[in-house]
């Protein structure tokens, strides 16, 4: 920022911002988050849209010394309602159009935060909650008075003579909400120490090299990830390094090909993707004539298929890496070159970091033999925020050091290569990643359980036509006769759309083991046609979508009215739509169908274009789901 203010440092949309805007305006933000009290060990809640604004506040936040918890504006309520009374942050940065989402929480006051104001409950929101209010203060970035309060502070950064007490390696850093195998999803208290570190690590390994190899000081990165997602970090380390982080919007996010023209059209020189993404991104042309645009490749959050994995490693010119690590890490704990390997690995850790595969006793396992997967290092978290005794039951005593530090216990199964370096295998319980996301069964189950006409609820992952979907197996109440479609519709409003099954499957007697246990292999497909209900299509438009959903989903038919995702579309199926309705000759694109869920209110916006051949992006998309 000093050396070269107007270079750019995020693009978002058709705007871009310099790094000494982006260091001024987050120093400013410091300074009145300082004003506030705000400082180290306290945390900060973030429920903004995803602009440069998100960004800023990061910058701010970490500046001041605090913590930042990341708020998703498309979570339902009572998920917001839930991390808000779980985290207790001291103060909720929004804007005045999200204000709204925290008022259906039900759990911040609305008042408009700033000096010397007054909310409408009648307290100075500058000021603490009253003694034994939880809610915390509300600041509304976008309001006249905050705005201008928050222009007349300091565009200096903010240093430990500033804060309201100096800011140590070991203060909390960010707070991430994983899914949680009890029911309720726990958050993950990540330290600025693991954050600095992974930045030297990547530094090393992937941000130096690739600047020598293409000999370009300044490169392009894209920011694909949600920022509720801990691999959010991977781009936001860059911008540190002096390079640009375009922030993408949700709708270049969810269509490959807007994706993929977005990255050749703006030269943009790295992306993290989930493996199922980058199948994608594949087909709509990223590697066509065996050869992709950029310099470097990220993929992360799910495994990756082992004939994706040929492919990429015959990429020329391309560095593809694989970067492995639960959020308890900090975002990755172990790194692998896929050009350095004829099979799938996970890789070798990043620095200071150490991994240890272990048998049921803590024992190592020799190399070949599987063990779980223990991590340790300056990557580990402090733990899970208000669950001392999961802490207790994740984290445990390093018995291979003497200095007190603790072991990670992951979950996964893996194995050493001779090598030494570590081939995943699997999960040592029921957790499963879809589309990147890591998914606790436990915690839908316990959520659909609270239905009332559900007595049991079992949830799993099943793969049908390439596409892995969760599915809910659920045996109703006695006199009850509940409606699958709605008990899903139910369920949306209660979960992020990532937890949400694909499908609600009724069962009148579980099909059991000759030692009576669930026999999981005979739970019944899902019969998504059982979701047809709608009236038949009327006009060429609604009779193509109705068509093209049937298609894609092997169905015999999709009526007019009929959700989209209720038949059993999800991200992947979503393109595979857009794809088939696009080859047909209509304007639509992923974005549309996830606004627009039947097809009665997707063909009222539909528009003919000049007919063409189904195009590389057109087809199925290859993978095991896509982020989200």
């Known amino acids: 920022a000093a050396r070269d203010p107007e270079a750019p440092a995020v693009v978002r949309g058709e705007r871009t911002l310099g790094f000494g805007e982006v260091a001024a305006r987050a120093a400013r933000l410091a300074h009145e988050l300082i004003a506030r009290g705000v400082g180290p060990e306290d945390l900060v809640a973030l429920l903004l849209p995803r602009t440069e604004e998100m960004l800023i506040s990061i910058l701010a936040v970490h500046q001041a010394g605090a913590a930042y918890l990341p708020l998703d504006p498309d979570y339902p309520p009572e998920r917001l309602a839930f991390m808000l009374a779980d985290a207790s942050p001291a103060l909720l940065l929004t804007t005045t159009a999200l204000a709204a989402r925290t008022g259906e929480a039900g759990s911040v006051p609305p008042g408009v935060p700033g000096p010397g104001l007054v909310s409408s409950d009648g307290r100075d929101p500058a000021a603490p909650p009253a003694e034994g209010d939880p809610r915390p203060v509300t600041v509304t970035l976008d ?95 860059w911008m540190f390094h002096g390079h640009c982080v375009h922030v993408l919007a949700e709708e270049i996010q969810r269509d490959p090909e807007r994706l993929h023209r977005y990255l050749r059209d703006h030269a943009i020189d790295f992306i993290e993707v989930a493996p199922s993404v980058l199948a994608q991104l594949e087909q ?27 492919r990429l490693r015959e990429l020329p010119g391309t560095d593809v890496v694989n970067l492995y690590g639960p959020t308890e890490g900090t975002v990755d704990a172990l790194v692998a070159h896929v050009r350095d390997s004829g099979r799938q690995l996970i890789g070798r850790p990043v620095d200071n970091a150490r991994v240890h595969l272990l048998d049921a006793g803590l024992r190592p396992v020799p190399p070949g033999v599987p063990g779980e997967l223990y991590l340790a290092g300056a990557g580990l978290a402090r733990g899970y925020r208000g669950r001392s005794a999961l802490t207790a039951e994740r984290f445990v005593a390093d018995p291979f050091a003497a200095d007190g530090s603790r072991l990670y216990r992951t979950g996964d199964l893996a194995r050493w290569t001779e090598d030494g370096a570590v081939e995943y295998l699997g999960r040592v319980d029921d957790q499963v990643k879809i589309r990147g996301f890591r998914i606790e069964p436990g915690e839908i189950e316990t959520v659909a359980a609270t239905h009332p006409d559900l007595s049991r609820v079992v949830v799993t992952a099943r793969e049908d036509d390439g596409v892995r979907r969760l599915v809910a197996y659920a045996e109703p109440r006695p006199g009850t006769v509940p409606d699958p479609v709605e008990v899903r519709a139910w369920l949306a409003g209660k979960l992020p759309g990532h937890l949400v099954p694909a499908a609600v499957v009724l069962l009148a007697a579980w099909p059991l083991t000759a030692n009576a246990k669930l026999d999981r292999d005979r739970l019944p497909a899902p019969d998504f046609g059982a979701a047809v209900r709608g009236r038949e299509p009327v006009g060429e438009a609604e009779s193509a979508v109705c068509a093209a959903m049937a298609g ?63 195009r590389p992006g057109d087809g199925p998309a290859a993978g095991e789901g896509t982020g989200g």
């Open 143 to 237: 309001d006249p008075a905050t705005a201008a309060a928050i222009a007349a502070r300091s565009g200096r950064a903010p240093t430990d003579a500033d804060r309201v007490r100096p800011l140590r390696p070991e203060n909390p850093a960010y707070l991430i909400y994983t899914s949680g195998s009890t029911g309720t999803p726990k958050g993950v208290v990540i330290t600025h120490r693991g954050v600095a570190n992974l930045f030297h690590s990547h530094r090393r390994e992937l941000y130096e090299p690739v600047v020598e190899r293409t000999g370009r000081s300044r490169l392009h990165v894209g920011h694909a990830w949600s920022f509720s997602f801990d691999a959010s970090w991977q781009p936001q380390l």
């Open 284 to 310: 709509a042309g990223l590697t066509e004539g065996g050869s992709c645009p950029l310099p470097l490749l990220g993929v992360g959050g799910e495994a990756v298929p082992d004939s994706q994995w040929a």
């Open 552 to 614: 894609v989903l092997s169905l015999p038919r999709a009526g007019a009215d009929d959700d989209f995702f209720a038949l059993g579309g999800d991200s992947i199926v979503t393109v595979r739509l857009a794809g088939a309705l696009r080859a047909e000759g209509w304007e639509v694109s992923p974005r549309d169908v996830f606004q627009h869920r039947t097809a009665a209110a997707l063909a009222t916006g539909l528009r003919r274009r000049e007919r063409t051949s189904p």
